[in-house]
């Protein structure tokens, strides 16, 4: 029975076989090898500048980058070590080359954009609730999840500080609820530690404190001994300006609300009346279908709600002053509605945070207020209480009112949503900083973005899907069908302000592990600057729900020209070792 199985498991395998390299391909080769079977590193170079109008192979260094590519296709593919004089790559090494998401990425790694500007110009890669590590209520509070989101390039972490039952020490958990809480001095420890192991930009880190005066001071006193010289905080009280993440780089920030703003705060408690959501699938809803129910929902920061009536004696205390001055970035909410809370101050820049809800309501009846507060202070924009499983919302409604921290749970909460957001922090370099658009911060107040302004198309991409590969490697073998390959299609498309969003797939490719489309789709692009474009594989099943075969979200701004190897990912995020599609993108 034994010998049985290996010989089944020989007769599958087989039937993988390699895909020839698609036509475009084949035409560019034969155009730029000069009709040859060889194409030489001027050969590249050239197919590189004109094909695929890569900059960044251009000037002096253009020759050598070409060479260098030449080098490492024959070092990989024949083991041919430098010396050799054959240095010139045939069809399956041009298309090796093609086909290598380390080699010929669709979009570059490197930071490109100014940094020299305040912080508030940049959208900043913010986790919410960073301490858990699971759902909302009941799940283990610990440092762990707040290290995998560092490691992720995140730069904004949330830590809910309580007093711990003896009221000597402080610890980190989701308040009334059912979550074992984690010492704070072990998570602010782990952040030293991992800051800085993915970006040296930045990180900010959020409080939501509801703690004595006495125990402000300990705080104060842990994130001095914990951080030194990193720890950055203003000479003056309140800062006219935020600096910027390159004169913030290996530092540390805290934002938080003042302790007199606690003397202010209602005793109120306002709930958020939600029913649960619905099962979703897998993979979460569209993003498309995410807009929120208008609910009854107030205007504050989960963080700002709170009423600390311990703090209503009349003086500070020198603890109280010593945890004032270590923040940086000052949170609360102004007395009045929402216009009261988003008056720009001359003198001041602040924070503000809103629920998912109370975002859509203030960008239906305030939108440009919205996106000229945040050209100078800081919106975080956080999800509603009922998310008790940890899931997200729709991101692009924040980035479209120039919202900086779209706060995501980053722990089980995978969908949809959280690809849109670790699409949209690919970009630059994925340092966790991205510039915001010019158009956003345009301070002319006949210029100020409105968000619902319709807008003509100002820039069209054209996406080619060639093929895909690598599921063979990466999967069992009876992982999407018992009895024969699978049935891959793609799913192609655009997030980004509503007048660009659109799905659209190919043709079903059946019985193949290594599919091939080459189909072309056309999107025309109102904001190009915020659109994302989507890619899924799913595997058709006729009877059940269709299988994932994996997905990425890159960023239309930073997407280049020319075939491009693009790396897939699974529901979680994770880079697939092998799995990968041959595509092309070009700008109309």
Request: charged share 30%; proline share 5%.
């Amino acid at each position: 029975m034994g010998s049985y199985r290996m010989c089944m498991c020989f007769t599958r395998k087989f039937r993988v076989t390699e895909a020839e390299p698609p036509r475009d391909v084949k035409e560019a080769f034969n155009k730029y090898a000069e009709g040859g079977t060889h194409m030489t590193a001027e050969q590249l170079q050239r197919f590189l500048l004109e094909f695929q109008a890569d900059g960044g192979v251009g000037g002096g260094e253009a020759a050598s980058d070409a060479e260098r590519i030449v080098e490492q296709v024959l070092q990989k593919r024949h083991h041919i070590a430098k010396l050799i004089s054959r240095r010139t790559l045939t069809l399956d090494d041009f298309h090796h080359y093609l086909f290598s998401p380390d080699l010929n990425p669709p979009i570059r790694d490197q930071v490109h954009q100014d940094m020299t500007a305040p912080l508030s110009h940049y959208y900043i890669y913010t986790g919410h609730n960073s301490y858990l590590t699971g759902n909302q209520l009941s799940s283990d509070c610990s440092d762990v999840p707040i290290i995998k989101a560092l490691k992720r390039g995140v730069r904004v972490v949330e830590l809910d500080i309580w007093p711990n039952s003896t009221k000597d020490n402080v610890h980190v958990l989701h308040g009334r609820t059912l979550t074992t809480p984690v010492e704070l001095i072990k998570c602010l420890k782990s952040i030293r530690e991992h800051a800085f192991s993915e970006s040296p930009y930045p990180v900010i880190i959020t409080l939501e404190d509801h703690l004595t005066p006495d125990l402000q001071a300990k705080v104060a006193q842990m994130l001095i001994e914990t951080f030194g010289e990193m720890l950055f905080y203003p000479e003056s009280d309140c800062l006219k300006e935020l600096p910027s993440p390159e004169e913030l780089k290996y530092r540390i920030i805290i934002s938080t609300k003042p302790p007199e703003e606690y003397r202010k705060a209602k005793t109120a408690n306002e709930k958020e009346h939600d029913s649960h959501k619905s099962e979703e699938d897998l993979w979460g809803k569209e993003p498309s279908e995410l807009t929120e129910e208008h609910e009854d929902d107030d205007t504050s920061d989960s963080d700002s709600s709170e009423d600390n009536s311990h703090n209503n004696h009349g003086s500070f205390s020198s603890g109280e002053h010593e945890y004032k001055r270590l923040i940086t970035i000052h949170a609360g909410k102004p007395k009045g509605g929402l216009k009261e809370a988003l008056k720009v101050e001359l003198d001041k820049v602040r924070r503000l945070s809103l629920s998912e809800q109370a975002l859509e309501k203030a960008a239906e009846s305030h939108g440009t207020d919205v996106v000229r507060f945040t050209q100078k202070n800081i919106l975080r924009v956080y999800p509603k209480g009922t998310r008790f499983n940890s899931s997200n919302y729709k991101p692009l409604i924040g980035w479209m009112h120039g919202a900086q921290m779209v706060a995501f749970n980053m722990q089980v909460g995978y969908g949809r949503s959280l690809w849109l957001m670790h699409g949209m922090f690919r970009a630059n370099g994925g340092c966790g900083y991205v510039k915001k658009p010019d158009f956003i911060m345009n301070e002319s107040d006949n210029k100020i973005f409105d968000p619902k302004a319709k807008l003509p198309v100002k820039k069209t991409l054209k996406v080619k899907v060639y093929m895909g590969d690598g599921w063979h490697l990466d999967f069992k073998q009876t992982h999407f069908d018992l009895y024969s390959p699978p049935d891959f299609y793609t799913r192609v498309g655009i997030a980004g302000v509503p007048a660009d969003e659109i799905m659209k797939k190919t043709k079903k490719k059946e019985d193949d592990w290594t599919p091939v489309w080459e189909e072309e789709f056309t999107f025309p692009l109102r904001v190009p600057e915020l659109a994302l474009l989507r890619v899924e594989v799913h595997e058709y099943d006729m009877s059940e729900k269709d299988d994932f075969g994996g997905q990425t979200c890159l960023p239309v701004s930073e997407l280049r020209q020319g075939i491009c190897a693009v790396p897939l990912f699974d529901r979680k995020g994770m880079k697939y070792n092998s799995v990968r599609l041959l595509m092309q993108f070009e700008f109309i």
